[in-house]
């Protein structure tokens, strides 16, 4: 039941919450059958399956022991803030893109915020550790190796090349390129439940194909990044609806079934601006570029791809489904003859021998180690020791108080009312994800906020849900410090990556991507609409039955 569709008479949009329900009323009613613990705990199992973290992670930290700094809560976000101001400079005034260059600043930024704590910085460094181990940085990291081993694995398997065949076979050209992997990288997404994984094969694959078919660089690498938005907001199995679902006490059913609407209202317009936009903006130069040819045979990776997303959807963990993925890819290449064993993963050596016979080991200049499960792994490297440094400066942000005093302020001096209380979720979320650039970690760390804000005023489980998972998919992948858009970025400038293979066409600087991320633009703005307007807003009464509409 919506406001808009129950027939009830009483505008519930303003600034009291619905009568019957007294505020700070808790979400208990939001699963099925009223039961909030048996709903909390079954999600819990699948938060634990399916590599999330603890949903109690953001909960619990007011429990540990506090950072106290010269000048204050505020001074607590000073690692970030000198991150964020670092990552704008690089990336937006300078142009230059990469995660190498942001280590530094996070390097700089972590060492700048140790000389205003209080006392002693054991505590200080203590919370860097902390950090770094907790389990939503691990559940990124593991994603990328897997995917990047996956990828890699097709692309020497030549499923570029079968794409381009299928692309010319079915007359997709480099016009209506970015709609078609728009539409394609949302499905695998949906299905494989990990945007960051979806954004690294479709980058590795369809990016080269679409830019030799002369899709305009930019465009598409953005069209990959809705994709993955798309995805990791609608998919089931996603840790951002895990992680939203279960800090809301919602069932995930009914949370995904809440929010496809949302999704649907972004996506559309997102298709039609991706077919318009692939018609006006121009496709790169492809001089010097290395060509690549049309061959059917490399459409067998097909079934590599479907394996992982049939696995996946079954339920398996995404560590299973991506294995299998591997072992099909693999087995492909050398049955079919599509790369030699040395494509997949080569020893180097100095001097011939008795291990030189060996199909996996070669003779050269340099010794090393290489190969497709090698490139594909060591590729993310500086973005892992990225992600690692960021969420250590959140959590440096959250002992000492910074974070809490930032949703604080929203939580007593705005959320006054109802719509500004959605109103607060939509920005504070976006607030806290610009700073937080691995969107799952942002997640947690604002969920218990947007609990508290929405049981306020009685605005329902599912609804709290979707606010919170749409901006952390969102603009997970928009900012060019983001980890959804930095990932897809290594791809192209990684050792072996793109621009190495097929020349400086494939590099697009992550700058450049902001303005075309169209359905994560679209999403953000269809939730500031629904705050607004109260399209599709519930209160904890709405949802009180045993049979939960599907609203």
């Known amino acids: 039941m ?18 019957g329900a007294p505020p700070g009323g808790g979400g208990s009613d939001v699963s099925d059958g009223g039961s909030a613990s048996g709903s909390e705990s079954e999600t819990s199992g699948e938060l634990a399956t399916d590599g999330g973290l603890s949903a109690g992670t953001g909960a619990e ?14 001074a607590s976000t000073i690692p970030l803030a000198f991150f964020i101001v670092w990552a704008i ?7 230059v893109g990469g995660s190498d260059g942001l280590v530094i600043g996070a390097l700089i930024g972590t060492i700048l915020g140790m000389f205003f704590v209080r006392g002693s910085w054991k505590t200080y460094a203590d919370t860097i550790f902390e950090g770094m181990t907790q389990r939503v940085a691990a559940t990124a990291i593991v994603a990328w190796l897997w995917a990047g081993m996956f ?22 050209g480099g016009a209506t390129f970015p709609a078609a992997a728009f539409v394609l990288c949302g499905l695998l997404a949906t299905g494989i439940g990990t945007g960051y994984g979806a954004t690294i094969a479709f980058v590795t694959l369809f990016f080269p194909a679409g830019v030799l078919l002369g899709a305009n660089p930019v465009l598409l690498f953005a069209a990959i990044l809705s994709g993955a938005v798309f995805g990791d907001n609608l998919a089931p199995v996603s840790d951002t609806t895990i992680v939203s679902a279960v800090t809301q006490d ?6 995904v079934a809440s929010r496809f609407k949302y999704a ?6 997102a298709f039609v601006a991706y077919l318009v936009m692939g018609s006006v903006l121009p496709g790169a130069s492809l001089e010097g570029a290395a060509e690549l040819d049309a061959a059917a045979a490399g459409l067998v990776h097909l079934i590599s791809m479907g394996v992982v997303i049939v696995t996946a959807v079954a339920g398996r963990h995404i560590v299973e489904a991506i294995s299998w993925g591997i072992v099909v890819a693999v087995a492909s290449n050398l049955l079919f003859g599509l790369s030699s064993v040395s494509d997949i993963l080569v020893f180097t050596v100095s001097e011939a021998g008795t291990f030189t016979a060996l199909p996996f080991v070669a003779v050269g200049e340099t010794t090393g180690v290489g190969g497709s499960l090698y490139t594909g792994a060591t590729g993310f490297f500086p973005l892992i020791v990225l992600t690692l440094l960021i969420v250590s400066m959140a959590q440096i942000m959250i002992r000492g108080g910074g974070f809490e005093a930032i949703l604080e302020f929203l939580l007593n001096s705005v959320a006054t009312n109802v719509r500004r209380a959605e109103l607060t979720m939509v920005l504070g979320t976006a607030t806290i994800n610009g700073m937080i650039t691995i969107n799952t970690a942002a997640e947690i760390a604002i969920a218990p906020y947007i609990a508290r804000i929405g049981e306020k005023f009685n605005i329902n489980g599912y609804r709290r849900a979707n606010i919170l998972d749409a901006n952390t998919s969102a603009l997970g ?6 980890g959804g858009v930095l990932v897809g970025y290594q791809v192209m400038v990684g050792p072996g ?17 902001v303005p075309y991320v169209f359905h994560g633009w679209f999403l953000v703005i269809v939730f500031l609409i629904a705050a607004i307007t109260g399209f599709g807003r519930e209160y904890i009464p709405d949802r009180t039955s045993e049979e939960v509409s599907r609203a």
Do not use: H
């Open 497 to 513: 990556g793109l621009g190495a293979e097929y020349g400086d066409a494939m590099v697009v600087n992550p700058i450049e991507v």
């Open 151 to 172: 990828a890699d694995t097709l692309q020497v398997g030549g499923f570029v090349n079968g794409l381009i065949f299928a692309a010319d076979a079915l007359n997709v």
């Open 2 to 19: 919506t406001d808009e569709s129950d027939g009830d008479p009483i505008d519930r949009t303003g600034d009291e919450p619905p009568d």
């Open 250 to 255: 919602a069932d995930i059913g009914g949370v």
């Open 477 to 482: 992948y928009i900012f060019p410090w983001a």
């Open 264 to 269: 649907i209202a972004a996506a559309v317009p």
């Open 61 to 74: 930290t007011d429990a540990e022991p506090r950072i106290t700094f010269y000048g204050g809560k505020w």
């Open 89 to 95: 400079f690089q990336s937006g005034i300078l142009r």
